[in-house]
């Protein structure tokens, strides 16, 4: 067999890799021959909005398994032809250890050294976990695919099949400069965070205003889901600790920020059973998670994950890394976000949350707010000192709304 797809077969089960794992070899062969994809059932985590598979839209009768929703998943749900897991990162990793054993893997690996060991590189999220328990393996080895220290590699000899291609890896470009109402955000969250802390964000705009904020700290750690530029802006402003080791699963952003992550001498390329360990998290002193919202309520439940009825992704990473922060000595829960949207008509802070929402971290759960007014330390507040803090950081011109709604939900405890 000389393609990748020639290893897809009716009723197989094919676990691929997602973010800059993606398997581009795979991808430019089913779409010069989309008939391979009919009746394969694709499962792997594909964050919404990053990379360009789309295999429900091969074949109309490929199916996927998957853990956050997408356009593609929201239409394959309609047809019947996707499941959709309500599953954060350590429950993805349990079902890709107690699923039944996949028909066929597929990796993206660097060439092999001089021993035939070839690296997973700057993607280590999920693969190995799924690589471990499939039936049959197969790989693109691709140069372009940066050669790390990651504990996850793989020898030439343990391949059922190896076709070298040389393609671009999955970039993911991220906006520049960011808005005033980021660059407040990330000016108030790093106000909160202490030289010596051990931090955790994810991507976009907010993460790179708050690494913009904290150029100027000192010793800085980082165990985290993934590094993007906004990690290695905080590297080139010397403000990570040069001794102390970098955990993530996986590295995405452009081709300069994948040579950086290569090379870098203390980044640990790891799957989520490390990365997102919440008796490992808890074990960091003065770890800090920062992660969004879609909204806020009163109570300070955080709903991450529906937008006006609609899911708009999963939950992730961000219950385990909230656990972790709120155990570890010294460490916190940042959740930052706009305090409003549509053009500011809709307030992100809300009474409570209805029908249209999702609790993704409960009330008891709750600890430091930002929005680009304020900052509302809640962990210890009862339930009106709570939500006084939360009306305080909402845009003015809801608050008065928001304090009506209060005494209304007041009345009814």
């Known amino acids: 067999m000389k393609r990748l797809a020639d290893h897809l077969q009716p009723g197989a089960r094919v676990f691929?890799?997602?973010?800059?794992g993606e398997p581009t070899l795979l991808l430019r062969e089913l779409a010069q021959d989309p008939e391979r994809a009919r009746g394969v059932r694709f499962v792997g985590v594909q964050f919404p909005g990053i990379g360009s598979a789309d295999y429900l839209g091969l074949h109309p009768?490929?199916?996927?398994?998957?853990?956050?929703?997408s356009p593609s998943v929201r239409q394959g749900l309609r047809e019947r032809r996707a499941e959709l897991l309500s599953l954060d990162y350590p429950g993805i990793a349990r079902h890709l250890q107690q699923c039944p054993p996949f028909d066929l893997a597929i990796g993206h690996f660097s060439p092999p050294d001089a021993e035939g060991w070839c690296s997973a590189g700057v993607c280590s999220d999920f693969l190995p976990i799924a690589w471990a328990r499939a039936k049959r393996r197969v790989a693109q080895l691709n140069s372009s695919m940066p050669r790390t220290g990651s504990a996850f590699r793989v020898h030439l000899s343990e391949l059922d099949a190896a076709i070298e291609a040389d393609i671009p890896l999955t970039t993911f470009s991220e906006a520049a400069g960011g808005s005033e109402t980021e660059l407040r955000i990330g000016r108030l969250a790093a106000e909160l965070v202490r030289d010596g802390d051990t931090l955790q964000f994810g991507i976009g705009s907010v993460p790179l205003a708050l690494a913009g904020s904290l150029t100027s700290h000192r010793r800085l750690g980082l165990h985290t889901g993934m590094v993007s530029q906004a990690a290695r802006a905080l590297d080139e402003a010397g403000a990570l600790d040069p001794d102390a080791p970098i955990t993530t699963g996986v590295a995405l952003g452009n081709a300069s920020l994948y040579e950086w992550a290569g090379r870098h001498p203390n980044i640990r390329f790891a799957d989520v059973r490390s990365t997102h360990d919440p008796t490992g998290l808890a074990a960091l002193p003065r770890f800090v998670a920062i992660n969004s919202a879609?909204?806020?309520?009163l109570f300070g439940q955080v709903n991450a994950e529906r937008n006006d009825g609609a899911l708009q992704a999963g939950s992730g990473g961000l219950p385990v890394f909230a656990q972790g922060a709120l155990r570890s000595p010294g460490g916190r829960l940042l959740i930052c976000m706009a305090a409003t949207a549509k053009r500011g008509t809709l307030s992100r802070i809300v009474p409570s949350l209805g029908a249209q929402g999702l609790c993704t971290l409960p009330r008891h759960m709750a600890d430091v707010f930002v929005t680009e007014h304020g900052v509302a330390q809640v962990r210890e507040l009862g339930l009106d000192d709570r939500a006084e803090a939360l009306i305080a950081i909402a845009a003015p011109e809801h608050r008065a709304g928001l304090e009506e709604a209060w005494r209304a939900i007041r009345n009814r405890l």
């Open 16 to 20: 691929v890799p997602g973010l800059c």
């Open 61 to 69: 009768e490929a199916q996927q398994t998957a853990f956050f929703m």
């Open 294 to 297: 879609v909204e806020v309520d």
